[in-house]
């Protein structure tokens, strides 16, 4: 369609006005060619004339379609122009309150000069991880892509903020940079990301001062490089500064200050650091008063100084470096309080009277004298002599300024220096974001050298601007394959060359600035001369031979010449400088280091005139001027971004007067021309600005398309369709994915789709308006037919009910009659009566008044009399009574202050820790005489040893006195009456134990009657509770029932935090081990590793077990609720990682005390050795000998017996048979004694049989010189009696020794016993003393109940011992009991073996024949039984190495934690305490290794369900009666009956908190990437969603083909959590607390993603997000969940998409939306209000009074400020009781586990 054709009747145009800079109009009549006039009517309705150029023929621009504006591309538009951009960016700065808007690939930024809540955190986690086109346009956004594409190219990138002072470049570059910081994070331990926040402040305090245009406006431009690692972490930082406005510390202009650090030091003035400074108030100082504006509204300079300071300290400036900073501060201030006196024309003098230079000097340590001298003269130099020079008052003021402002350079140069040297990291980053915070193009009245390089910077930014904006366009059409056309834009070379080239600008000025008489009026004449006529970007003014204008890409600036030669040179006064660094200051000193003394040259360079020019000609290269300088720098800016990817962020000022979103056109119009926006537009809009791809072609404008062009191509059905429709086939090109538009073919398509929408709506009108007016007459003819009869119907009722109306009156009147008559004759009758009963009351009260008054004057005289002495009385006692507390309370308080003096005094210490110290003297006397003892013991030993060899001397003598060994074998039935004895003792000892036992139930009796009594209170309490209303009780059930919540919440919330630091400590930890692995290679140990890494593990488990719940206990017991539980993990940790350390050096000694001990002991074994054996071989003879003998009598006897029963001598009941019985059951006894001597010695000897040999044989080779002398013993003795009596004596000495090593041990754990009373009796006092201390500052009755209260606790404790000493009281009396049982079973076996002995020839006799052995079915009780070697195989193979998706998907739900509960309850039933805590506290950590390795869904879900399953096994068969009631007499039976795991339960619980956490992130990182694409791009409801036009920052996955994510996917991934975590056995109210947490997800994140994008913001998309919500609902019915509270997550979700859907235009729909939306925030109602955009003509936006009224309506809610949902919150979770029905005796382990090793008992 030609251009002519779009300006037709009823087209809006532009044109341009004076206020608005342009002003839309609308045609009134078509525009033919050849019309020198357009017919315009105003949005005032006003009518005008629009005269047209004849020569030029140019039309005013088209104006965007309505449906096109807002767009959050300006790129998006089909007019790109200067109006059309203006406003686009005015709607969406002062309609939708949007202040970022795209352009291409810049972020333009409009301050809104308001606080606005889009910075948060929930904010950056939103915009982190997305595309820069999937949110709404955000410096976010462009952050997210600066650090995607530097951790996807390995690209160094670049951000560039620009804009003019005022405009928010300073609040962009720092919300950039905190992005960065909060999303990359630190890989160091310091958090580097806060030093670089940090350096904000301080930049700010030195850097930034109060201007006209802005309250904290940056007067240097700053370039800071943030560097990341391999791991695109933030490792450290580095920042450059340009051209610091150092005139402002000696001069501001009206309504500005000073830069914002000498108000900051003002304002601290009266603090006591600061006195010494001899600082006031900011109007007392001329660099700080000449603005007149010392305040900044809403700004503490307090406050502010404090943040200063703060971030010093966190880079690392110590103390005193701020204090010296401030220090020469302060001297710059009183610097410029230094007054010049004029001595005559030439010559001038100090002026100190308020002596500010004497200060000046005592701040900076330098010489009064020279100081005041050099302020007054300057030094001269010529070839021969140097001569001082008196200098003018005019001259000596601005030297001291230069001074002033020098100082101030230098300071600021070290301040970044020590920034830079604070961010700075070893390592070299492996690449880094620029942030590039630069002035903007400056433009005033009055323009100097400052405007010069400031516009001469942006000159060079704009040139690599529009280079890499042609790159791009050059990139994108050379990849779509679009034939390549060269776009003209402005190359603003020839500027850059006028400035910078040879003989440019600065090289004139750095010329004129070497002659001797330079000035700024020669250097004008030179540029004129050189470039007057000759440069078309410079110009002479007409009125001015001072001054020049050069044409700037983005205006004519006219600079002024005056100071120019000055500011580029920077002279200061050498003498100054040197008398400064002749400072004792060492910071000052340190600040002009770096410089080189033209002075010191000079003097020792020898008289001559040539050795001069050579001297002066090096320093003068060696001090460059200003804009050589800056020229350097710049370069090197340039250079850096060159060699990064930029992106462009523009900032606008939107009006001068700062108010909030309020757009000035003229300013914005003049800012957008100047920072390179319009030139973007330019550029795109010479080419193909509008790209579509085929698919969003298609889906927009398919309803242009015919039925035959719609082709299975969408490329070849979009060229049928455009050949069609736009018939110049060089409005549009066709690339390989999209499609290619001039300026303007958009809007004519949209005008194309809009008519045939139109078109269809007419007849869509006319048919639907027909048949209701059809419909409306049928209804009429059949209401006309109905009303007829009806009204027939109607007449003949009221005939009848008229007659019958008639009749009815009568009979009604004659009753009535009746009925009156009746009752005027009851009332007159009730009348007379009634009359008569008053009468006689009056008079009987009158009688009875008359009595009463009498006798009541009676009463009241007595009680009078009564009262008034009572009163008397009791006014006498109360003042005795005062008086006795005035005299009690002075008696008291001096006894309180003598009891206070004596509590701080040490002797009362010592009162009281006199019986303590008595018990450490005890104890430590003790001590000694343990030791004492050991010596003593190990003196008899040796003493021992020596007798042992005078013993071997004596073996031949004593032969004859080992024959008598056989007597002593007779007396072997004293043993019998020994243990007789010993049982005795035992029972003994029964009775003590159960007369202890008597007094701790007596003890417990008193205790529960206390409890008894204080029970009794609490329900005499609930009792007056329960009286209270029944409303009451109702309020304060919900108040606890929600601080019951809450405190699940934020424990839960603590437990995630415990966890962190558990999983940081065990990470630590297993670094240091590995460092250690790695530093100790060759030492080390299987063995030894093995056994710490065992103790460590069940130490931590300890830990998490009964430590953990007794710490809890105590904790309840004391009532101490309110403290936090967050601090006590955090002092648990440090006391681990304490005791961690303890535990590593306590082991280390250990150890080697362990291989000392070693050594010893091995060697006294090998002394001993010897003996052990003679002596365990003589026994042995011994026994056997016996053995044989007793066997032999034992022969005779049967013998004897067999034949008196042949000859029938010896009945049974006679008196031979019972003497024999009774001597062979001696016999049998003493038989059985010596089998188990025997056994014990031959298992010995066993042990030392391979030591035995090792010895003969080694002994064996030296010959027969060397024999042994157990070998000469053989010798001497046949039988070997003299090698057995050898070897008894060895075996007494090992026993001996044995025993020593016994009792060392004990007395080592006797005095570790009473180092832990010790430490125990110390922390007791210390208690006491707090208690004590705190018990004095509490009143009265608070004293009394803090008393009772600790009583209460202590006796608790000690019921607690003993309890304890109870329980191993009895577990003493079981083994007594089960060694008893042990002896009787060994003597009934020895009687029993006799009888079968006895009988068994019979058997034999009788019948010969084989019988078989039938085994009876077990009766399994529930248990199952593993050796203590398979204890980590049974957690390896149960827990670490079983996988849920293997062989664990055929288990029955719960399996292993039915086995891990039978195996725990086979320990309970062996009472074994230490394989129970080993068993509980390795299966915890087992669970949390394999979690922690494996973390899938699956896995989590699998022990989820497990772990559940296991906390309800410990709580169904703890033997509770609330947890019993549910299980059958069986599974009572099987409850554990030795331990209460009470306290493991609530480990377990804790354990499970953790694991559903831990689930629901796994779900949320799964989740969270499909529920954007699904629930709003998905186009579930075709031909209902339209596609708008799109920008350069499109989405890609916004339309079907190309979404990877849709509702059907979020459906089936809901599906497959529900079923996997139903089949692995979770609780049915655990996988509702799930499903809730998903949904809440779900309409987090959804809701989050409509608030920031807003192309989702539309009446379709609400139909949408509606259609969606229900097929989550049906979801939720179809799997019987809804009570599960999910639906009710998603009520925000839902009522967002109704209000999109909803009518908003009259006050009344303002109103019916404020009672729909409860779940939304007004914050939340306003944005989506705000973001509201049609996406066809037909629909309208909402007006900004709408908006406004609602805000008023909704004003008084009280509610979070959060814009967004957040998405990180987890729902406290609880886990009902739910028993299992399952036996425990019918569960089968299948052999798939491999655990053959357990044994089912």
Request: charged fraction near 30%; include cysteine.
């Amino acid at each position: 369609m030609a251009a002519l054709e779009l300006y037709s009747k009823f087209a809006r145009v532009w044109i341009p006005d004076t206020t608005d800079v342009w002003r839309s109009a609308e045609l009134t009549r078509d525009y033919r060619s050849g019309d020198t006039v357009l017919h315009l009517q105003l949005e005032d309705e006003s009518e005008v004339e629009y005269k047209l150029d004849p020569k030029s023929g140019v039309l005013p621009p088209l104006r965007n379609p309505d449906i096109l504006v807002g767009e959050n591309d300006l790129t998006a538009l089909s007019y790109l122009h200067e109006p059309a951009v203006l406003h686009n960016l005015r709607v969406r700065f002062t309609d939708s309150k949007l202040i970022y808007t795209y352009c291409g690939i810049i972020l333009v930024a409009i301050n809104p000069y308001e606080s606005l809540p889009i910075y948060g955190s929930d904010i950056i986690n939103a915009y982190s991880g997305q595309n820069m086109g999937d949110m709404d346009p955000h410096i976010f956004a462009v952050s997210e892509e600066a650090y995607k594409q530097m951790a996807r190219d390995e690209k160094n990138q670049s951000i560039i903020v620009s804009g003019e002072s005022g405009a928010g470049k300073t609040v962009s570059a720092k919300y950039a940079m905190r992005y960065f910081a909060t999303v990359s994070g630190s890989s160091a331990e310091s958090s580097v990301e806060e030093k670089v926040l940090a350096s904000s402040p301080i930049m700010e305090a030195i850097g930034n001062a109060k201007t006209t245009r802005n309250d904290n406006s940056s007067r240097f431009g700053k370039y800071i490089e943030i560097g990341f690692d391999r791991k695109h972490h933030i490792i450290g930082a580095n920042m450059r500064t340009y051209l610091l406005e150092k005139s402002r510390v000696v001069f501001q202009a009206s309504e500005e200050r000073n830069y914002h650090i000498f108000y900051q030091l003002c304002a601290c003035a009266h603090l006591p650091e600061f006195e010494p400074l001899k600082l006031g108030s900011a109007d007392d100082f001329p660099y700080t008063n000449q603005g007149r504006s010392p305040v900044i509204e809403g700004v503490n300079d307090l406050k502010e100084m404090q943040a200063t300071r703060k971030a010093f300290s966190l880079l690392g400036i110590t103390e005193a470096h701020q204090m010296g900073l401030f220090q020469i501060l302060s001297a710059i201030l009183h610097l410029g309080n230094v007054d010049m006196k004029e001595r005559g024309s030439s010559s001038c003098g100090v002026s100190d009277e308020s002596g500010h230079l004497a200060v000046f000097c005592d701040l900076t340590e330098v010489s009064y004298e020279s100081m005041a001298h050099w302020l007054c003269h300057k030094k001269l130099k010529t070839a021969t002599e140097t001569l001082n020079k008196p200098v003018t008052r005019l001259e000596a003021v601005n030297g001291r300024d230069a001074l002033s402002k020098h100082i101030y350079a230098k300071l600021f140069s070290w301040i970044v220096g020590q920034v830079n040297k604070a961010l700075s990291t070893s390592s070299k980053p492996h690449s880094f974001i620029g942030v590039l915070d630069i002035y903007g193009f400056e433009t005033f009245e009055v323009n100097s050298f400052e405007q010069f390089c400031i516009n001469y910077a942006n000159e060079k930014l704009q040139q690599q601007f529009n280079m890499h904006v042609f790159k791009l366009e050059q990139e994108e059409y050379m990849k779509e394959q679009i034939p390549w056309t060269l776009i003209d834009f402005y190359d603003n070379q020839p500027c850059i060359n006028l400035i910078e080239a040879k003989m440019g600008l600065l090289d004139l000025l750095d010329e004129e600035c070497t002659m001797p008489k330079g000035s700024d009026e020669s250097w004008a004449q030179k540029l004129y001369n050189t470039h007057l006529k000759k440069s078309s970007h410079f110009e002479k003014p007409r009125m001015s031979n001072t001054a020049f204008i050069i044409l700037h890409f983005a205006d004519k600036v006219e600079y002024q010449c005056d100071g120019f030669l000055e500011k580029n040179k920077d002279t200061v006064n050498e003498e100054q400088i040197n008398v400064l660094k002749a400072s004792k200051f060492a910071l000052l000193v340190e600040l002009f280091q770096d410089e080189e003394t033209p002075a010191a040259q000079s003097t020792t360079a020898p008289a001559g005139r040539a050795k001069f020019g050579r001297t002066t000609q090096s320093f003068r290269e060696h001090k460059k001027s200003v804009g050589l300088q800056f020229r350097n720098s710049l370069h090197l800016l340039m250079d850096t971004l060159n060699a990064t990817t930029p992106h462009y962020v523009r900032c606008i000022k939107p009006n001068d007067v700062k108010a909030p979103f309020i757009m000035d056109p003229h300013r914005a119009v003049q800012q957008l021309r100047a920072c390179g926006v319009l030139e973007t537009i330019r550029i795109s809009a010479t080419g193909f600005p509008s790209r579509w791809t085929y698919q969003e072609f298609f889906s927009r404008y398919r309803v242009l398309m015919r039925k035959k062009e719609i082709l299975s191509d969408r490329k070849l059905t979009c060229q049928n369709v455009l050949e069609r429709l736009v018939q110049n086939k060089d409005k549009y090109q066709f690339g390989k994915t999209k499609i290619f538009f001039r300026a303007g073919q958009v809007a004519y398509l949209e005008k194309l789709r809009a008519d045939k929408l139109r078109t269809a709506c007419i007849n869509i009108q006319k048919t639907i308006r027909c048949w209701l007016a059809r419909k409306k007459y049928l209804r009429i003819r059949q209401a006309a037919i109905t009303l007829q009869k009806y009204t027939r119907g109607h007449q003949a009722r009221c005939l009848c009910n008229n007659l019958r109306r008639t009749r009815a009156a009568v009979i009604f009147q004659k009753n009535t009659r009746m009925w009156a008559a009746r009752r005027r004759y009851l009332r007159q009758k009730a009348a007379a009566v009634l009359i008569q009963r008053l009468l006689r009351g009056y008079t009987a009260r009158l009688e009875y008044k008359r009595l009463v008054f009498e006798r009541k004057a009676l009463l009241i005289q007595r009680w009078v009399r009564g009262f008034l002495a009572r009163w008397r009385f009791r006014r006498i006692k109360r003042a005795v009574v005062y008086l006795q507390c005035c005299v009690r309370r002075m008696l008291a308080r001096r006894e309180l202050k003598k009891l206070k003096i004596e509590a701080r005094s040490v002797e009362h210490f010592k009162k009281l820790n006199v019986g303590m110290e008595n018990k450490i003297m005890q104890l430590q006397r003790k001590l000694d005489e343990q030791h004492k003892e050991n010596r003593e013991l190990s003196e008899r030993m040796s003493s021992l040893e020596i007798h042992s060899a005078a013993e071997m001397e004596k073996l031949h003598v004593r032969l004859k006195t080992l024959q008598e060994v056989e007597e002593e074998a007779r007396h072997r039935g004293d043993l019998v009456t020994s243990l007789q004895e010993e049982l005795e003792l035992v029972r003994q000892e029964l009775e003590k134990n159960k007369e202890m036992v008597a007094d701790l139930n007596e003890k417990n009796t008193l205790l529960k009657s206390e409890k008894d009594e204080m029970n009794r209170l609490i329900q005499e309490q609930e009792q007056q509770i329960k009286e209270k209303p029944e409303s009451t009780n109702q309020e304060s059930t919900e108040h606890l029932q929600a601080q019951l919540n809450e405190e699940r919440f934020r424990y839960q919330n603590l437990l995630t935090e415990h966890l962190k630091l558990e999983e940081r400590y065990a990470d630590l930890r297993s670094e240091k081990e590995e460092a250690a692995d790695l530093s100790k290679p060759g030492h080390n140990r299987a063995d030894s590793g093995y056994g710490s890494s065992q103790t460590e593990s069940v130490h931590s488990s300890v830990l998490t077990g009964s430590e953990v719940s007794t710490m809890e206990r105590e904790d309840a017991v004391q009532t101490a609720a309110d403290v936090s539980l967050l601090l006590k993990l955090q002092r648990r940790v440090t006391e681990l990682e304490k005791e961690n350390m303890d535990l590593q050096s306590e082991m280390d000694t250990k150890e080697e005390q362990l291989q000392q001990q070693q050594t010893k002991e091995l060697e006294d074994c090998q002394r001993i050795l010897v003996a052990e054996r003679d002596y365990e071989a003589l026994k042995r003879q011994e026994l056997e000998s016996d053995n044989k003998k007793l066997k032999k009598d034992l022969q005779e006897l049967r013998q004897s017996l067999s034949k008196g029963k042949g000859s029938k001598v010896a009945s049974p009941g006679g008196q031979a048979y019972n003497v024999v019985l009774e001597q062979l059951n001696s016999t049998n006894e003493e038989l059985e004694v010596r089998k188990e001597e025997v056994l014990i010695l031959r298992s010995q000897l066993v042990s030392q049989e391979a030591f035995k040999h090792k010895e003969t044989g080694s002994e064996g080779d030296s010959g027969e010189s060397s024999r042994s002398p157990t070998l000469d013993l053989h010798e001497l003795n046949e039988d070997g009696e003299l090698w057995m009596a050898y070897e008894s004596l060895k075996e007494t000495n090992r026993i001996l020794a044995s025993q020593l090593q016994t009792q060392g041990q004990s007395h080592e754990k006797e005095v570790e016993g009473l180092r832990a009373e010790l430490q125990r009796l110390k922390a007791e006092l210390d208690q006491q003393q707090q208690m004590m201390s705190d018990s004095l500052e509490l009143p009265h009755d608070a004293r009394i109940q803090a008393g009772l209260q600790h009583e209460i606790s202590r006796l608790t404790q000690q019921n607690m011992d003993l309890l304890e000493q109870t329980g191993k009281q009895d577990k003493m009396i079981r083994k007594l009991k089960k060694h008893l049982k042990l002896y009787m079973k060994k003597f009934g076996e020895a009687e029993a073996g006799v009888h079968i002995e006895q009988s068994s020839p019979d058997v034999v006799g009788e019948s010969g024949r084989m019988v078989s052995i039938v085994r009876k079915e077990r009766d399994f009780r529930g248990m199952l039984e593993y050796r203590k070697d398979d204890e980590n195989k049974l957690f390896k193979i149960l827990i670490t190495e079983l996988k849920p998706r293997g062989v664990a998907v055929n288990l029955i739900p719960g399996l292993p934690a039915y086995i891990l509960f039978m195996c725990l309850r086979h320990a309970d039933y062996a009472n074994d305490d230490q394989r129970v805590s080993t068993l509980l506290n390795s299966s915890i950590n087992a669970i949390k290794s394999v979690l922690k390795k494996r973390g899938d869904f699956e896995t989590i879900s699998f022990w989820l369900a497990n772990t559940c399953r296991f906390l309800h096994c410990l709580k169904q068969y703890s033997g509770e009666e609330g947890y019993t009631k549910h299980n059958t007499p069986r599974q009572n039976e099987h409850c554990l009956t030795n331990f209460d795991l009470s306290e493991y339960c609530q480990v377990l619980s804790d354990l499970a908190i953790q694991i559903y956490q831990q689930l629901i992130r796994v779900i949320e990182n799964i989740l969270h990437p499909m529920i954007a694409p699904a629930m709003l791009e998905q186009e579930t409801i075709q031909g209902v969603m339209g596609v708008k036009p799109t920008g350069m920052r499109k989405r890609t996955s916004s339309f079907p083909e190309d979404s990877s994510h849709s509702l059907e996917s979020i459906l089936k991934q809901l599906d497959v959590f529900y079923y996997t975590l139903l089949q692995h056995g979770n609780d049915t109210d655990l996988v509702r607390q799930v499903i809730k947490q998903q949904f809440y997800l779900i309409c987090c994140v959804t809701l989050n993603n409509l608030l920031l994008r807003k192309d989702m913001c539309s009446w379709s998309k609400g139909l949408q997000i509606r259609y969606n919500v229900c097929q989550l609902e049906e979801w939720l019915l179809d799997k019987d969940l809804q009570g599960s509270g999910a639906r009710e997550s998603l009520e925000p979700l839902i009522q967002a998409a109704q209000l999109l859907q909803i009518k908003k235009k009259s006050q009344d729909d303002a109103e019916a939306i404020c009672t729909m939306c409860s779940a939304l925030t007004t914050q939340q109602i306003v944005k989506i209000l705000s973001l509201y955009t049609p996406v066809n003509e037909f629909e309208e936006r909402v007006s900004i009074s709408f908006i406004k009224s609602v805000q008023n309506l909704l004003k008084d809610r009280k509610e979070s400020s959060q814009l967004l949902m957040d998405a990180k919150i987890i729902f406290s979770v609880t886990f009902p009781f739910n028993p299992s029905s399952v036996a425990l005796e019918t569960i089968q382990i299948p052999s798939s586990l491999n655990l053959s090793f357990l044994t089912r008992v």
